[in-house]
C-alpha cells in the first residue's frame, strides 16, 4: 500500500514538472520574410582604404542605397553580412552634380544627410552604412544561414530582408 502511494505520488509529480516544462517553452519566432514591398535595391558597394603606415589595418567600407516604398518609417536598419550582425547609419541621399564620379575617395554621385529612422519617408532614397561595435543583439528569427541581406522591421512588422547578392568593389583608396 504504501509503495503504491509513493509510485502514484512520484508520477503525478513527473507529471507536474513535464507539464510545466511543455507550457513554460517560448513561442518560436517567425521567420523573417522577404521585403521587397518595402525597399528597392539601387547598389550596394565597398571600397578599402589602405592606410599610409605598415602597421595599421586596411579598413573597407560597404555602402548600400536603398529605396525606401513603405509609408512606415523603418523602426531598426541592420545588415548581416560574412562578418556578422552589424547596425546601419541611415542617410537620405540626394543626386548632386557629380555625373561619372572617379570613386577615388568616397566620391559619390549622390550628397548623403544622416537621419533618425523615424524621419523616413516613401520614396526616399537611403544610404546605409555599417557601425561595428553596436550592441544589439541578433533575433532569434535569424539563423546564422541567412547572410548577405539587409534586416528591417517597421513599428509593427516582424523581421523582414532584402538579399543583397553583389557588390561593386570600388578603387582602393591608398593613404600617403
Same mark, same amino acid.
Given at each position: ?29 517567425? =521567420? ?15 571600397? =578599402?582604404?589602405? *592606410?599610409?603606415? *605598415? ?49 577615388? &575617395? ?36 535569424? =539563423? ?16 523582414? &530582408? ?15
Amino acid at each position: 500500500m504504501y509503495m503504491t502511494y509513493n509510485k502514484t505520488l512520484l508520477i503525478a509529480i513527473v507529471c507536474a514538472c513535464t507539464g510545466m516544462n511543455a507550457c513554460a517553452q517560448p513561442k518560436k519566432a517567425a =521567420t523573417p520574410k522577404i521585403g521587397s514591398t518595402h525597399v528597392r535595391l539601387i547598389e550596394c558597394s565597398e571600397q =578599402t582604404t589602405l *592606410p599610409g603606415r *605598415p602597421e595599421m589595418e586596411p579598413t573597407t567600407q560597404k555602402r548600400m542605397l536603398i529605396v525606401w516604398k513603405s509609408k512606415t518609417p523603418p523602426h531598426q536598419i541592420f545588415w548581416r553580412g560574412q562578418d556578422g550582425w552589424t547596425d546601419c547609419v541611415i542617410a537620405k541621399a540626394r543626386k548632386n552634380n557629380n555625373k561619372q564620379p572617379k570613386y577615388e &575617395f568616397g566620391e559619390n554621385w549622390y550628397d548623403a544627410e544622416q537621419i533618425s529612422p523615424e524621419k523616413v519617408k516613401r520614396g526616399d532614397t537611403l544610404e546605409l552604412t555599417l557601425m561595428y561595435g553596436g550592441k544589439n543583439t541578433i533575433p532569434d528569427e535569424v =539563423t546564422p544561414a541567412m547572410k548577405n541581406r539587409i534586416f528591417f522591421k517597421t513599428e509593427k512588422s516582424q523581421w523582414m &530582408f532584402l538579399p543583397v547578392n553583389t557588390c561593386k568593389k570600388r578603387p582602393d583608396i591608398a593613404m600617403p
